[in-house]
């Protein structure tokens, strides 16, 4: 393991400029390596310094951490019938498997088995870890050259490994990603499907590079899908499926993650996923609606709402939007690299503020017109990731309404209970970008 100075001085060259260093996120950019204190303005990967907002707020050090070890203690090792999501099936030769059950719809998703090996690898649990990862390699990931699908994963099975969907929901192959990159930071490097870096290298390319593959799929007898991400509008795909992959979903544009790309996925392709992430921040701008920032489910490369044949609703704030706020909010934490992050965080808790903290709903027309719902926890999460780029006052009543709420159970615990935890990490200050040392050209 190389000394922290030497550490620090990869981090210098590869955090401030583009390059190909790469460092881990405990070995913040300051004075002690000999160099010029950094700033809360270089933002937190540079300095080290991940906001904890609940200790801002007034709540003890010791309770944040008792907090956040409760909610996973339950959401992956609680009672099975009524907390847990995540549920060991077993082993094979590579060892424990596992998967995150989405109760309410009775399904695996990729969303929620990527979600739990970022939150596991957050928390150091490394078991937990690889077998969500053993699970969804084995019963999710599509090694057919011919079938339309080759090289993602399936975006809902069965609990059994049946695939009810074989195409992917491009937000899994995101945060498939960049966990492996952190737990390769983390834990280093193993064989086969635990070469983290590799396997993460691998996906990039696939998610990028892939050509289109026609062929049949358990849904579609004459399936197109093309690359998740277009290289000309440098913009993560709704779907890969043709023809709908002209569109997109501000849920899924996850610009924090796409720096990390730049840093230390393939040489080749860092300056793209540079450009990707402006791209991506420009796009929450266009979005997000002029005076409450509310943001589709599903829009165009334009910025502009789509209506999907199968749910025209999805021009509204509904389950997906939910999730935006905190995109642009992880990145202007991390990264420090759009302001206009701060005033949409901004004007979207004044909105929200405004319809009553006890009172909001959970869907909106992007102008504001509540839709029902109710109150759900998984927004008030949300809501509360949204005051890390927040500078007005208002921001730690939304960490307090997070506060408040006790980790989700029963029926709808899956959804809501992923947003929860990934929520108290980020507003404790745990959620934090583990990057890679840098590789010898």
């Given at each position: 393991m190389p000394s922290p100075a030497l550490r620090f001085c990869a981090a210098l060259l590869f955090v401030l400029a583009l390059p190909a260093c790469a460092r881990g996120a405990d070995a913040p950019l300051d004075a002690a390596a000999g160099a010029a204190p950094a700033t809360e303005a270089a933002g937190a990967v540079a300095t080290g310094r991940y906001p904890d907002l609940f200790t801002e707020t007034g709540y003890d050090s010791d309770a944040v951490q008792a907090k956040v070890q409760a909610a996973f203690t339950q959401l992956f090792h609680?009672?099975?019938?009524?907390?847990?999501?995540?549920?060991?099936?077993?082993?094979?030769?590579?060892?424990?498997?596992?998967?995150?059950?989405?109760?309410?719809?009775?399904?695996?998703?990729?969303?929620?088995?990527?979600?739990?090996?970022?939150?596991?690898?957050?928390?150091?649990?490394?078991?937990?870890?690889?077998?969500?990862?053993?699970?969804?390699?084995?019963?999710?990931?599509?090694d057919d050259p011919a079938h339309p699908a080759y090289g993602y994963f399936a975006w809902s099975v069965s609990t059994d490994g049946v695939p009810n969907d074989e195409m992917p929901a491009p937000d899994g192959e995101e945060y498939f990603i960049t966990a492996l990159y952190f737990a390769s930071a983390r834990w280093g490097e193993g064989e086969g499907i635990h070469a983290y870096r590799a396997q993460a290298d691998r996906l990039l390319a696939d998610i990028l590079h892939r050509g289109q593959i026609s062929?049949?799929?358990?849904?579609?007898?004459?399936?197109?899908?093309?690359?998740?991400?277009?290289?000309?509008?440098?913009?993560?795909?709704?779907?890969?499926?043709?023809?709908?992959?002209?569109?997109?979903?501000?849920?899924?544009?996850?610009?924090?993650?796409?720096?990390?790309?730049?840093?230390?996925?393939?040489?080749?392709?860092?300056?793209?996923?540079?450009?990707?992430?402006?791209?991506?921040?420009?796009?929450?701008?266009?979005?997000?609606?002029?005076?409450?920032?509310?943001?589709?489910?599903?829009?165009?490369?334009?910025?502009?709402?789509?209506?999907?044949?199968?749910?025209?609703?999805?021009?509204?704030?509904?389950?997906?939007?939910?999730?935006?706020?905190?995109?642009?909010?992880m990145d202007w934490s991390w990264w420090r690299a759009d302001p206009r992050q701060v005033e949409l965080s901004n004007r979207l808790q004044a909105f929200f503020r405004s319809q009553g903290m006890d009172r909001y709903q959970s869907l909106y027309t992007l102008k504001g017109k509540p839709l029902g719902g109710?109150?759900?926890?998984?927004?008030?999460?949300?809501?509360?990731?949204?005051?890390?780029?927040?500078?007005?006052?208002?921001?730690?009543?939304?960490?307090?309404?997070?506060?408040?709420?006790?980790?989700?159970?029963?029926?709808?615990?899956?959804?809501?209970?992923?947003?929860?935890?990934?929520?108290?990490?980020?507003?404790?200050?745990?959620?934090?970008?583990?990057?890679p040392e840098p590789q010898a050209p």
């Open positions: 609680g009672d099975p019938r009524e907390q847990a999501v995540y549920y060991e099936t077993g082993r094979n030769a590579r060892g424990p498997l596992a998967y995150i059950h989405d109760v309410n719809s009775g399904d695996v998703r990729s969303e929620g088995m990527s979600y739990g090996m970022m939150i596991a690898v957050q928390l150091d649990r490394k078991h937990e870890f690889d077998a969500i990862w053993n699970w969804a390699t084995t019963h999710m990931y599509q062929g049949a799929t358990v849904t579609n007898p004459k399936a197109t899908a093309t690359n998740l991400f277009d290289r000309q509008a440098k913009m993560v795909r709704f779907t890969p499926d043709l023809p709908n992959a002209r569109h997109t979903d501000a849920s899924y544009h996850l610009p924090a993650f796409y720096e990390v790309w730049a840093r230390v996925g393939p040489q080749a392709d860092r300056a793209f996923w540079h450009e990707a992430a402006q791209v991506s921040r420009d796009y929450f701008a266009k979005a997000a609606h002029p005076r409450t920032a509310l943001t589709p489910d599903y829009g165009n490369f334009d910025g502009t709402p789509w209506a999907a044949p199968w749910r025209p609703e999805a021009v509204d704030f509904r389950y997906d939007a939910w999730r935006t706020a905190m995109n642009w909010s109710g109150q759900t926890t998984g927004l008030v999460a949300m809501n509360a990731v949204s005051s890390l780029a927040a500078d007005d006052p208002r921001r730690l009543e939304f960490v307090r309404a997070l506060w408040e709420r006790p980790v989700p159970e029963g029926h709808h615990r899956y959804y809501d209970g992923m947003l929860y935890l990934m929520a108290l990490l980020h507003c404790s200050g745990q959620y934090r970008a583990w990057i």
